[in-house]
């Protein structure tokens, strides 16, 4: 079995973490803030991934800093299958 790429989570622009929970209508996204405490997401955010095996000095000088889009929907599906793992930035 591989194991997890490490990512940091960018929900509109803000470094947070975000975890899996059973909702009614199936997984839902919930967002930790420091301030707001923790939410469930719904398509409205945006959200991006950063991978972090690169060094930083490899992702400054990638497009948009390595920052990449993602979907609410493809998210939670790298979750569920254990391809990613959110971390904090480093």
């Known amino acids: 079995m591989l194991a997890a790429?490490?990512?940091a989570l960018r929900v509109n622009g803000v470094v947070t973490t975000?975890?899996?929970?059973?909702?009614d209508?199936?997984?839902?996204?919930?967002?930790?803030?420091p301030r707001l405490g923790e939410f469930a997401d719904d398509e409205s955010f945006?959200?991006?991934l950063?991978?972090?095996?690169y060094p930083p000095e490899i992702r400054?000088?990638?497009?948009?800093?390595?920052?990449?889009?993602v979907s609410l929907r493809i998210l939670i599906a790298l979750l569920r299958c254990g391809a990613v793992r959110i971390r904090e930035e480093s």
């Open 25 to 33: 209508k199936g997984p839902e996204l919930v967002i930790t803030d």
């Open 18 to 23: 975000a975890r899996l929970r059973r909702g």
């Open 60 to 69: 400054h000088r990638l497009p948009n800093g390595g920052w990449r889009r």
């Open 5 to 7: 790429r490490k990512v």
């Open 46 to 48: 945006t959200l991006e």
């Open 50 to 53: 950063l991978e972090l095996l």
